[in-house]
Structures are given as C-alpha cells and as structure tokens.
C-alpha cells in the first residue's frame, strides 16, 4: 500500500544560532552633557581671545601713529601741516577784484595824471580794505599775488602809454612794484573804430598790515572805462 502522506519536499531549514564568534553591533552612546559644555567654553574663549587682540591691535597702531607723528623732523611737520592748510576751504583768503568806475570818465579830472578809481559797488573784497577810492589797504600780511590790466583807447603823442602799480608803506612814501607799456599811434586813428592796447603786469609782493597798492596812469583821459577793460586784482598765495 503506497502511502500518500509522503513528500519529496525536504523542510524549512533551521536558522543558525549565533555563537560566541560573531559580533554584535551596539549604537555608541550619545556624548553627555558635561562634554558639550566644555566644547561650548572653548568656543567662547576662542572668540574671547580674538575680540581682544583685535582690540589690542587697534590701540597699539593708534598709539604708534600718535608717537610717529610726534617724532616727525620739523620739515615733514610742516610739509604735513601745508598739506592740511591747502585742503582747507580757501574762502577766507584775503582777495580783491576790482574793476574801474565807468562814471569817472565824465568827471573833470580825468585829462591829468592820477590813481584809478574804483567801482566797489561791482567789485569784490574779502579781507582786504579801501582808502578814498583808489587805494586797497592790506588786513591780513602775507605773500599777494598782483595782477594789473590797463586799456588804452587813445595814444599819447609825446610819451609812451604807461601804468604803474605803486605801494605805499606810510602816508609820506610812495614806491612803484611794478609797470608796464603799450603802443598806440595817436595820428592813426579811426571814429568809427578805436584803436586799443593793454598794459599788462603782475608781480608777488610780501606785504604787511598797512601797506596800500593803487594803479597809476599818467593821463587818466587815455584809459579806456568799459566794462572789464581795465581791472585790478589781488589774491593772498
């Protein structure tokens, strides 16, 4: 009799045991509270330290500047010091630009020699004063830069056109700093359109408090009063 209940089919295997030879993996246990802390502190002092030798940098360098600068021969002192003083505003240096009064030319007295005078209604000054309409008197002493332009619309037939920049130190004396000459043929001339010539002239005077310039012509009657044609100016270098 062939027994049904039989099978060819072998059974599940058996799962091996684990033996004293294998290794069992563990999770590692987390760092403890006490090991963070320290990692924290470590930190704060790192950054502590770099916070003041920043600090200490700063003042070592502020310091070595401030004796550096102490310690500068008096050459380089004062080339630092003109330096600074040219990057100053130069609003306040003492100038003067004059222009002549065009009412002159109709007074009486224009035919002889004389000083210029004027206009101060359309010129500008700054730091420096006046005295009867021809003569700028400086405030401020220093080292000027002067600058004179005469025009001429008529010549002189017997002399040479002339101006002169006088200064004058006191009220007795008087000494010409600077002059200068132009042509102008007197015999030819036209009516209908004048002839003209400037004298110009500049000079760098080292002045002091007191001292007076003024413009000298030797026939106010020849100067040519139009606008801008015979200026004077003045600035402190």
């Known amino acids: 009799m062939i027994n049904t209940y039989m099978t060819s089919m072998a059974p599940p295997p058996v799962p091996p045991r684990l033996s004293g030879s294998h290794t069992v993996l563990i999770p590692a246990p987390l760092p403890s509270r006490s090991h963070s802390k320290s990692l924290i502190w470590f930190l704060v002092g790192v950054v502590m330290l770099h916070l003041f030798l920043s600090i200490g940098g700063f003042i070592y360098l502020y310091h070595y500047d401030r004796m550096l600068s102490i310690q500068l021969p008096s050459g380089l002192q004062g080339e630092a010091a003109l330096r600074s003083s040219e990057k100053q505003d130069t609003s306040n240096r003492a100038l003067a630009r004059m222009v002549v009064d065009q009412r002159f030319r109709k007074s009486d007295k224009k035919s002889a020699s004389g000083y210029l ?14 005295y009867r309409n021809s003569w700028l008197t400086i405030q401020q002493p220093g080292d000027y830069y002067v600058n004179s332009r005469v025009t001429f619309s008529k010549g002189d037939s017997e002399r ?26 007197s015999n030819n001339g036209s ?14 005077l080292t002045l002091k408090k007191g001292n007076q310039l003024s413009v000298w012509v030797q026939n106010l009657s020849l100067v040519n009063y139009e606008n801008e044609a015979t200026t004077f100016w003045m600035y402190k270098m």
Request: aromatic residues 8%; proline residues 4%; hydrophobic residues 35%.
């Open 117 to 130: 005078q004027w206009d101060f209604k359309h010129s500008d000054l700054r730091g420096i004063g006046y």
């Open 191 to 204: 009516a209908l359109i004048p002839r003209l010539c400037t004298a110009t002239q500049s000079v760098v």
């Open 160 to 185: 040479p056109l002339v101006s002169m920049g006088k200064l004058r130190t006191d009220d007795k004396g008087e000494e010409v700093v600077m002059q200068a000459y132009c042509n102008l043929d």
